[in-house]
């Protein structure tokens, strides 16, 4: 019964995955290990400097924008990042990747 419930959801992701002109992943680094971030903040701002997105992502980002110039920008923790990237025929992947500070694994003394 599960799997009737999930495969209609799978699809439409898939379908939303293929249409859209760019996708914005978050990954928080532990050695080799990545896991996905979620409710992650996300700002798109095109060439022109007007904000094309503002909001929250669940995790993967799928968004169709037009041709052109932009700037993806994130912010985790106290780091802030941002990647330029140009919209063209073919969809842009953006990852956007934290490793976990060392000390942070490390016990309390």
């Given at each position: ?26 990954l928080e680094m532990e050695g080799r290990r990545a896991r996905e971030l979620n409710d992650m903040p996300v700002r798109i701002v095109d060439e022109n400097g007007r904000v ?58």
């Open positions: 019964m599960k799997l009737r419930k999930i495969a209609p959801a799978v699809a439409a992701l898939a379908a939303t995955a293929a249409s859209a002109s760019l996708e914005v992943v978050f094309m997105f503002d909001g929250r992502s669940g995790g993967p980002y799928f968004l169709r924008l037009p041709k052109g110039r932009y700037t993806v920008s994130t912010r985790w923790d106290a780091w802030s990042s941002s990647r330029r990237i140009s919209i063209g025929s073919e969809r842009q992947r953006v990852v956007f990747k934290w490793s976990k500070p060392a000390e942070l694994d490390k016990p309390a003394a």
